[in-house]
């Protein structure tokens, strides 16, 4: 079959041990299976979930975000061919679930593996990626930080030819859920008000988002003079420079910007669990407060951080549809309306990759990527 590759290829890594550490590791990736599709990677964005994943259950193939060229194909596989360049999604959705059939495929259950008997898994066919000849996961069943990865034709979104490898790659993650929870979840109008916590990847994303969707009044909050920067560049309309243990005048500065009621929308984009909660205290009465960090740990709130009638939303991947969603991006880039290049800060090898991870928790950076290939 066209398209087909009959050989395993062999290629770096980099491979999380579980206990904070990782290494760049050489793993063998089997030929495609029905339904599935081998890419080579070129490009992949780093965030603080990669950085999570160093203590998951290891070994782990790092990276959730990238693109690539199609590489091969498997059998039933229509509409990619070798060469081709791809954004890959970790959506996955299988199109048939309950959630998929309503909508929120970025929910879809086979790929949460809620009923892996009746569904099946959006992961690669078992085995089919390997350590030292035994099978190795992959980070979100993708596993980007390396030199082939093999997945369901599913996670697969191809690129417009024009747009290049090394920042096409954050449309995946990055991009896909700051602009998403704006226009998808929190479904921001013309003329709102939106503030948003950490200026990095996604809540520059954030920014670019209230944008897009109109909203006339973006106040951007961060440590790091640059991401305010970044934020202003991008469509903030306004700066809040914050300082450690003091987010009572964050609240305070954020409704002096807001006839003081606070905000329609305020979203959470630092990664920290002492601030997962604060968004509730800058939206007025009624409006939205989105965690979209994915921060892990606890937290804490009072009860009345609720009132009166406002809505804690928690949108995984900006409630991602492949299919609606990468396209309109594709065509916001193309317009210019949406940025890329300036939202990319640092680029790294694969070997830079510890490098990469310094710059983005201190706050060098604000988007860095991997080139891979």
Not at 295 to 322: I, M, Q, S
Request: hydrophobic share 40%.
């Amino acid at each position: 079959m066209t398209g087909q590759a009959r050989h395993v290829v062999t290629g770096p890594a980099a491979i999380a041990d579980g206990q904070g550490g990782f290494s760049i590791e050489t793993i063998e990736v089997d030929p495609p299976g029905p339904g599935e599709v081998r890419v080579a990677m070129s490009a992949a964005g780093v965030c603080h979930t990669d950085h999570a994943s160093l203590r998951w259950p290891g070994p782990l193939v790092m990276g959730h975000e990238g693109a690539g060229h199609v590489e091969s194909v498997g059998d039933g596989v229509h509409g990619l061919e070798p060469g081709q360049p791809v954004l890959l999604n970790w959506a996955i959705p299988c199109g048939d679930c309950f959630q998929c059939m309503r909508g929120a495929q970025a929910l879809c259950e086979r790929t949460h593996e809620l009923d892996v008997p009746r569904l099946g898994s959006s992961r690669a066919h078992a085995g089919g990626t390997r350590l030292r000849g035994e099978p190795v996961a992959r980070s979100f069943h993708l596993g980007t930080f390396a030199s082939h990865t093999l997945v369901r034709a599913e996670a697969v979104t191809p690129l417009p030819p024009d747009l290049p490898l090394d920042t096409a790659c954050i449309l995946g993650c990055a991009v896909m859920t700051g602009v998403g929870s704006v226009v998808n979840v929190a479904a921001v109008s013309p003329g709102e008000s939106v503030a948003v916590m950490g200026c990095g990847g996604v809540g520059l994303n954030v920014v670019q988002g209230a944008r897009l969707a109109g909203a006339t009044t973006i106040i951007a909050i961060d440590r790091q003079p640059s991401r305010l920067q970044r934020a202003r560049e991008l469509g903030a309309t306004d700066l809040i420079l914050a300082t450690d243990g003091d987010p009572q005048a964050v609240v305070d500065a954020v409704r002096a910007l807001s006839d003081g009621r606070g905000v329609d929308h305020a979203f959470e984009a630092t990664g920290v669990p002492a601030l997962a909660f604060l968004p509730l205290q800058l939206v007025r009465n009624g409006g939205n407060a989105l965690q979209v960090s994915g921060a892990h740990g606890d937290g804490c709130v009072e009860l009345p951080r609720f009132f009166w009638n406002k809505r804690y939303l928690t949108p995984l991947y900006g409630d991602c549809v492949p299919a609606r969603d990468f396209p309109r991006l594709f065509a916001w880039v193309a317009q210019g309306k949406l940025e890329l290049d300036s939202l990319v800060s640092h680029h790294y090898p694969l070997e830079g990759l510890d490098r990469a991870f310094a710059d983005m928790l201190d706050g060098h950076s604000a988007k860095g990527v991997l080139r891979i290939a």
